[in-house]
């Protein structure tokens, strides 16, 4: 029902900053909640940011507060995660995904997942 494509990952170096962008196709609807998660080598997937299509509402883990923003462009169906300040254990596959109903932090609620793209944030 929903594809994900995440695009704008690449190299930077620290206190660089990223913007990745997460078109969504197929059926999307005002109840979804789109999340940013990543994973790193040897690492769990951990939670990034969240946001609502609806309702301007975000939560963020607490390692990117400050630093990063998610937003949303509802008529392009993509959301964003602008990276500032980057910090080389920020280096990770970042992940785009979706879900109905509530807003959530764990990778295991979400239904849809993009490919991922990759991050690397050098010294």
């Known amino acids: 029902q929903v594809q994900l494509v995440e695009s704008g990952g690449g190299l930077v170096q620290a206190g660089g900053s990223l913007r990745l962008s997460c078109a969504a196709s197929g059926r999307t609807f005002s109840n979804y909640r789109m999340g940013w998660f990543r994973q790193a080598p040897g690492k769990e997937r951990e939670f990034v940011a969240t946001i609502r299509w609806s309702i301007d509402t975000t939560y963020y883990a607490d390692s990117v507060k400050g630093r990063f923003t998610i937003s949303r462009d509802n008529a392009k169906n993509t959301v964003y995660l602008q990276m500032n300040s980057l910090k080389p254990e920020d280096t990770a596959v970042y992940y785009c995904?979706?879900?109905?109903?509530?807003?959530?932090?764990?990778?295991?609620?979400?239904?849809?997942w993009g490919q991922g793209t990759q991050v690397t944030v050098s010294s």
């Open positions: 995904a979706a879900k109905r109903g509530p807003i959530a932090t764990t990778w295991n609620e979400y239904e849809y």
